[in-house]
């Protein structure tokens, strides 16, 4: 852990926590005609019968065993917990709730480069009523995911014909069921592609503090279009500012608000909300459309995503490299949020990649990423190259 | 890629040891951990986290990546894991064939009599064919521009590297799972049913669960809808462990009886609870010399806390015996005898199907000559556990046994537990308890516990009465070797279904992550008692012997706790 107290540490976390830039009441409005979601009791009853056995506790300080032995303590004390979490989830909580279920403790973790990682934990009764909403709406959001191809329009705004044969896109870090798991999925896919098509490519894209940076007006933007039920629901946690907490100070019953090192007091007004269950459903609602136009534009290419990793495969190694840079700009454009030129990689077991610019990471060969199951996190970590590969980083 | 590597196999090996030595470094401190003046569990908490931090990391690369790429880290990662075990359990002063069994048991399933630290080597092939068997389906559907052109279920010499590695290690859990099927059959042969001396026929035992060969889908059923794909990982590594269960019996039957009979009595039910009890809550603690103890009695070991100082001071058991050293005889020959263990698990028992049947359950009842002419453990009135009896009031009533299926004198260790789940004790607790009716008589001739020709005496129970007027009448028997008896899990499963399996507001305060509903909680809580309670038992049997004979036990400072 990193010490938050430390002012090179509060600067890291301060650049990580970008302003505002939603500044139009309308993106947050409500869908004329669309009910708010509604939650299901089964789905209720699934999450808060076993809540996990951490503490959690958020900045409300209710912990998960209070939030349960509530649960249990009758039938009416459950009917109340269910209204909680209703009005949680369509958004129709009293707006001075919003101040308690939005804060969060921020944490930090050292990342071997010297930079924070940031961590929060938000309200346990927050991240309850969030399970509660995925559980049931993972079929949903899955079927959006995985099943979505760019219309004809996009198309013939990439110039294409409107019934051109086009891939659909894969985003497989949310919805999917967790055995065997997007991840295992996708890696599979990529393993069999490359030995399937030894001279094709595959590049892999990954953005700088992606979930923080992602403008709101992306995330509204997607969820009109897919989810406009979940307006409501998301507009009550994103209106405002919500507070970040340390525990370095001692004020305040040992928390203090995030400051940077000037004492300028953040909070986090851009992007998902570390901590939020919903996190990964609007970043991934956020950068689908993103992703929409860039498979409009490369209709061949093969583009599967896990929540910020994204990969572009193609048997044209030119085509796989024109398709990254073009996600790369689409999401600058629709999604504000940068690529990281150290984290994009290529490889392909056969093919030629002189065409492919090098960059700082020109000596980078396998790339690590997030977990795939239970087990503890692989660090990224670099190894010598050798003679032998024919993989070369991108630019 | 997302936390494995793609690309070549060499390099991704290369990345993926690196990977091993780095998340498995840490356990260099966890082996140092030690107990304080506050803390005393530093043994279970570093079992646990051997079992449940250290040695799944490992789980994902198996699954994601194929053979040919984590062969390499897959046996380091074994290694790690090893020597931490017996640096844990203090193996170092053993021989490399008590080492090699030890770590043999140590790698099957807690339920299997093991530990829970499965070799990653060993699993790796049926990781590889549960992790396809799920992606094979979603990866046609999703993608079909990418897996369309590609054969999954042609022959072998047309398929891509990867896919001929799935198709070989298919072939060859298949193949295992027919041997050890064969074998077991043969086990349930009449030829093999194993009589003792009341006459009552026990088939050899084997652990529950192998997986029938219906459920074993081929390959070309990968891409279907089938159930049996929900578990499919589960399913084909049950393969590997009941191949090694069965493996390791047969190399244990080579070394002595004794061996064998705590080995089945070490895979029965709830006999490795205690492995996992999480100490956050005072009721599943278990201190590190008992915990100690435990181990090294789970897997046959010297139990060193206590022999060195026994040795030292000549000390006998009370009856007169010379310790051993893997801790028979002061398991059976304290001076106190083994009311303790009684009392405690008896209490343990009590508070718990109290929780479920509430004050219809009575410990020990008052009353009992009305119906009894020795007083019950334990007596429900029958309806509350749905039971219908001979009487029109019948009661259930249990009796707690605690039984070794092992005696004082090892070499005189019964055949019977050898072959069947509590072969040594079930007769004796059923004879004690139900008696020998003549109904069970009948076989004349000279006696063979193989076919059960036998003249078998009358034996007249201590609950005669109870049964004659048509109470229902129950020997709950608990092992030593810490398997609860199938007429105890019973009754617990009883108390589940009353409970709907779920836990009371106190007993989730008490529960750990590791126990979810009513019957875990309640075999982990049995388990943990009855273990604390023998290791007790043990060490005051030592203690004894060791002050008889002029050593210092614990005053010299060579007793442990």
Same mark, same amino acid.
């Given at each position: 852990?990193?010490?938050?107290?430390?002012?090179?540490?509060?600067?890291?976390?301060?650049?990580?926590?970008?302003?505002?830039?939603?500044?139009?009441?309308?993106?947050?409005?409500?869908?004329?005609?669309?009910?708010?979601?509604?939650?299901?009791?089964?789905?209720?009853?699934?999450?808060?019968?076993?809540?996990? @056995?951490?503490?959690?506790?958020?900045?409300?300080?209710?912990?998960?065993?209070?939030?349960?032995?509530?649960?249990?303590?009758?039938?009416?004390?459950?009917?109340?917990?269910?209204?909680?979490?209703?009005?949680?989830?369509?958004?129709?909580?009293?707006?001075?709730?919003?101040?308690?279920?939005?804060?969060?403790?921020?944490?930090?973790?050292?990342?071997?480069?010297?930079?924070?990682?940031?961590?929060?934990?938000?309200?346990?009764?927050?991240?309850?009523?969030?399970?509660?909403?995925?559980?049931?709406?993972?079929?949903?959001?899955?079927?959006?995911?995985?099943?979505?191809?760019?219309?004809?329009?996009?198309?013939?705004?990439?110039?294409?014909?409107?019934?051109?044969?086009?891939?659909?896109?894969?985003?497989?870090?949310?919805?999917?069921?967790?055995?065997?798991?997007?991840?295992?999925?996708?890696?599979?896919?990529?393993?069999?592609?490359?030995?399937?098509?030894?001279?094709?490519?595959?590049?892999?894209?990954?953005?700088?503090?992606?979930?923080?940076?992602?403008?709101?007006?992306?995330?509204?933007?997607?969820?009109?279009?897919?989810?406009?039920?979940?307006?409501?629901?998301?507009?009550?946690?994103?209106?405002?500012?919500?507070?970040?907490?340390?525990?370095?100070?001692?004020?305040?019953?040992?928390?203090?608000?995030?400051?940077?090192?000037?004492?300028?007091?953040?909070?986090?007004?851009?992007?998902?909300?570390?901590?939020?269950?919903?996190?990964?459903?609007?970043?991934?609602?956020?950068?689908?459309?993103?992703?929409?136009?860039?498979?409009?534009?490369?209709?061949?290419?093969?583009?599967?995503?896990?929540?910020?990793?994204?990969?572009?495969?193609?048997?044209?190694?030119?085509?796989?490299?024109?398709?990254? @840079?073009?996600?790369?700009?689409?999401?600058?454009?629709?999604?504000?949020?940068?690529? @990281?030129?150290? @984290?994009?990689?290529?490889?392909?077991?056969?093919?030629?990649?002189?065409?492919?610019?090098?960059?700082?990471?020109?000596?980078?060969?396998?790339?690590?990423?997030?977990?795939?199951?239970?087990?503890?996190?692989?660090?990224?970590?670099?190894?010598?190259?050798?003679?032998?590969?024919?993989?070369?980083?991108?630019? | 890629?997302?936390?494995?590597?793609?690309?070549?196999?060499?390099?991704?090996?290369?990345?993926?040891?690196?990977?091993?030595?780095?998340?498995?470094?840490?356990?260099?401190?966890?082996?140092?951990?030690?107990?304080?003046?506050?803390?005393?569990?530093?043994?279970?908490?570093?079992?646990?986290?051997?079992?449940?931090?250290?040695?799944?990391?490992?789980?994902?690369?198996?699954?994601?990546?194929?053979?040919?790429?984590?062969?390499?880290?897959?046996?380091?990662?074994?290694?790690?894991?090893?020597?931490?075990?017996?640096?844990?359990?203090?193996?170092?002063?053993?021989?490399?064939?008590?080492?090699?069994?030890?770590?043999?048991?140590?790698?099957?399933?807690?339920?299997?009599?093991?530990?829970?630290?499965?070799?990653?080597?060993?699993?790796?092939?049926?990781?590889?064919?549960?992790?396809?068997?799920?992606?094979?389906?979603?990866?046609?559907?999703?993608?079909?521009?990418?897996?369309?052109?590609?054969?999954?279920?042609?022959?072998?010499?047309?398929?891509?590297?990867?896919?001929?590695?799935?198709?070989?290690?298919?072939?060859?859990?298949?193949?295992?799972?027919?041997?050890?099927?064969?074998?077991?059959?043969?086990?349930?042969?009449?030829?093999?049913?194993?009589?003792?001396?009341?006459?009552?026929?026990?088939?050899?035992?084997?652990?529950?669960?192998?997986?029938?060969?219906?459920?074993?889908?081929?390959?070309?059923?990968?891409?279907?809808?089938?159930?049996?794909?929900?578990?499919?990982?589960?399913?084909?590594?049950?393969?590997?462990?009941?191949?090694?269960?069965?493996?390791?019996?047969?190399?244990?039957?080579?070394?002595?009886?004794?061996?064998?009979?705590?080995?089945?009595?070490?895979?029965?039910?709830?006999?490795?609870?205690?492995?996992?009890?999480?100490?956050?809550?005072?009721?599943?603690?278990?201190?590190?010399?008992?915990?100690?103890?435990?181990?090294?009695?789970?897997?046959?070991?010297?139990?060193?806390?206590?022999?060195?100082?026994?040795?030292?001071?000549?000390?006998?058991?009370?009856?007169?015996?010379?310790?051993?050293?893997?801790?028979?005889?002061?398991?059976?020959?304290?001076?106190?005898?083994?009311?303790?263990?009684?009392?405690?698990?008896?209490?343990?028992?009590?508070?718990?199907?109290?929780?479920?049947?509430?004050?219809?359950?009575?410990?020990?009842?008052?009353?009992?000559?009305?119906?009894?002419?020795?007083?019950?453990?334990?007596?429900?009135?029958?309806?509350?556990?749905?039971?219908?009896?001979?009487?029109?009031?019948?009661?259930?009533?249990?009796?707690?046994?605690?039984?070794?299926?092992?005696?004082?004198?090892?070499?005189?260790?019964?055949?019977?537990?050898?072959?069947?789940?509590?072969?040594?004790?079930?007769?004796?607790?059923?004879?004690?308890?139900?008696?020998?009716?003549?109904?069970?008589?009948?076989?004349?001739?000279?006696?063979?516990?193989?076919?059960?020709?036998?003249?078998?005496?009358?034996?007249?129970?201590?609950?005669?009465?109870?049964?004659?007027?048509?109470?229902?009448?129950?020997?709950?028997?608990?092992?030593?070797?810490?398997?609860?008896?199938?007429?105890?899990?019973?009754?617990?499963?009883?108390?589940?279904?009353?409970?709907?399996?779920?836990?009371?507001?106190?007993?989730?305060?008490?529960?750990?992550?590791?126990?979810?509903?009513?019957?875990?909680?309640?075999?982990?809580?049995?388990?943990?008692?009855?273990?604390?309670?023998?290791?007790?038992?043990?060490?005051?049997?030592?203690?004894t012997g060791i002050l008889k004979a002029g050593g210092g036990g614990g005053a010299a400072g060579c007793w442990p706790g």
């Amino acid at each position: 852990m990193a010490d938050t107290s430390d002012p090179a540490v509060q600067d890291a976390l301060r650049s990580l926590h970008p302003g505002p830039t939603l500044e139009e009441e309308a993106h947050m409005a409500d869908e004329p005609g669309v009910r708010p979601h509604q939650t299901d009791r089964t789905c209720f009853n699934e999450v808060f019968q076993s809540t996990p @056995k951490e503490r959690g506790l958020g900045g409300h300080s209710v912990s998960y065993e209070e939030c349960t032995m509530y649960y249990h303590s009758g039938l009416e004390e459950r009917e109340v917990l269910f209204r909680i979490v209703c009005a949680i989830n369509n958004g129709t909580m009293h707006p001075d709730a919003g101040y308690v279920l939005r804060d969060c403790y921020l944490y930090a973790l050292s990342k071997p480069d010297g930079g924070a990682r940031p961590i929060g934990v938000g309200a346990a009764l927050r991240r309850l009523a969030g399970w509660v909403l995925m559980k049931h709406r993972s079929d949903d959001i899955r079927t959006v995911l995985t099943g979505t191809a760019p219309d004809a329009d996009m198309l013939r705004r990439a110039g294409h014909a409107g019934d051109r044969r086009c891939n659909t896109l894969l985003q497989l870090g949310v919805g999917t069921p967790p055995t065997p798991g997007g991840a295992e999925i996708l890696f599979k896919l990529c393993s069999l592609a490359l030995a399937s098509r030894p001279t094709g490519a595959i590049l892999s894209n990954d953005f700088s503090n992606g979930f923080n940076s992602i403008s709101r007006a992306a995330i509204f933007r997607g969820l009109r279009r897919w989810f406009p039920e979940l307006i409501p629901t998301a507009r009550f946690f994103y209106a405002n500012t919500a507070r970040l907490w340390t525990r370095a100070g001692a004020d305040a019953g040992g928390r203090e608000l995030a400051r940077d090192s000037h004492g300028v007091v953040f909070g986090s007004q851009e992007g998902c909300t570390q901590g939020d269950p919903l996190g990964p459903l609007l970043w991934a609602i956020g950068y689908h459309m993103s992703l929409l136009e860039t498979q409009a534009k490369h209709p061949d290419t093969t583009i599967l995503a896990y929540l910020d990793d994204t990969y572009f495969f193609d048997e044209i190694i030119a085509a796989a490299v024109a398709a990254l @840079k073009s996600g790369k700009e689409d999401t600058l454009r629709l999604c504000g949020v940068n690529s @990281k030129l150290t @984290k994009q990689d290529a490889f392909s077991p056969a093919g030629d990649l002189s065409g492919v610019p090098r960059t700082s990471r020109a000596r980078r060969r396998c790339r690590p990423m997030a977990p795939l199951a239970s087990g503890s996190a692989p660090s990224r970590c670099s190894a010598p190259s050798s003679a032998t590969t024919r993989r070369r980083p991108l630019g | 890629m997302l936390g494995a590597f793609v690309g070549d196999d060499k390099e991704a090996s290369a990345r993926l040891m690196q990977r091993v030595e780095k998340a498995l470094a840490p356990l260099e401190k966890v082996v140092e951990l030690h107990d304080t003046r506050r803390h005393k569990v530093a043994l279970q908490v570093q079992l646990e986290m051997l079992r449940y931090c250290a040695n799944t990391s490992f789980t994902c690369f198996l699954r994601a990546m194929p053979l040919t790429a984590t062969a390499a880290a897959a046996r380091r990662h074994d290694e790690l894991i090893a020597a931490a075990f017996h640096r844990l359990l203090v193996t170092e002063v053993l021989t490399q064939s008590q080492r090699g069994f030890a770590l043999a048991q140590a790698r099957l399933p807690v339920k299997m009599g093991g530990f829970g630290t499965t070799s990653q080597t060993e699993v790796s092939r049926a990781a590889v064919v549960g992790s396809w068997a799920l992606c094979v389906e979603p990866m046609g559907r999703l993608c079909p521009q990418m897996v369309g052109r590609v054969s999954i279920c042609g022959p072998r010499e047309e398929l891509l590297p990867h896919l001929r590695e799935l198709h070989d290690s298919h072939a060859t859990l298949l193949k295992e799972h027919a041997s050890t099927a064969r074998r077991y059959q043969q086990q349930a042969a009449p030829c093999f049913h194993c009589y003792n001396a009341t006459a009552r026929g026990y088939l050899v035992y084997h652990p529950p669960n192998h997986s029938p060969a219906h459920t074993l889908l081929l390959f070309s059923k990968f891409d279907s809808k089938s159930t049996y794909l929900t578990t499919v990982q589960r399913r084909y590594s049950s393969i590997i462990h009941h191949s090694a269960w069965e493996t390791l019996r047969r190399q244990l039957q080579g070394v002595s009886q004794r061996e064998v009979v705590r080995f089945i009595g070490e895979s029965q039910a709830g006999a490795g609870s205690f492995l996992n009890a999480i100490p956050s809550n005072p009721l599943f603690r278990i201190t590190t010399w008992a915990m100690r103890y435990s181990a090294h009695r789970r897997c046959g070991l010297v139990v060193s806390d206590f022999v060195g100082a026994a040795q030292c001071s000549e000390a006998m058991s009370a009856r007169g015996m010379r310790f051993d050293t893997l801790g028979d005889v002061a398991q059976n020959g304290g001076k106190q005898g083994h009311q303790s263990r009684h009392f405690a698990t008896l209490n343990t028992l009590y508070s718990i199907l109290q929780g479920a049947f509430g004050s219809a359950m009575q410990r020990e009842p008052s009353g009992y000559r009305a119906y009894s002419d020795y007083r019950p453990d334990l007596a429900c009135p029958a309806r509350a556990l749905g039971i219908t009896t001979a009487a029109s009031e019948g009661l259930y009533i249990g009796d707690l046994k605690i039984f070794s299926p092992i005696p004082a004198d090892a070499a005189e260790t019964p055949a019977a537990g050898a072959g069947a789940g509590f072969g040594n004790t079930n007769p004796w607790a059923r004879a004690t308890v139900l008696g020998v009716s003549p109904a069970t008589r009948g076989r004349k001739g000279k006696f063979n516990r193989w076919n059960g020709t036998d003249t078998v005496a009358e034996v007249r129970g201590d609950y005669h009465r109870a049964l004659q007027l048509g109470h229902e009448v129950q020997p709950l028997l608990i092992e030593t070797m810490g398997g609860l008896s199938p007429p105890l899990m019973n009754l617990l499963r009883t108390g589940a279904r009353l409970r709907g399996n779920r836990l009371s507001a106190k007993q989730r305060e008490q529960a750990s992550w590791s126990m979810r509903n009513w019957l875990t909680f309640a075999v982990v809580r049995i388990s943990v008692t009855v273990r604390r309670a023998l290791a007790e038992e043990a060490r005051r049997a030592y203690e004894t012997g060791i002050l008889k004979a002029g050593g210092g036990g614990g005053a010299a400072g060579c007793w442990p706790g």
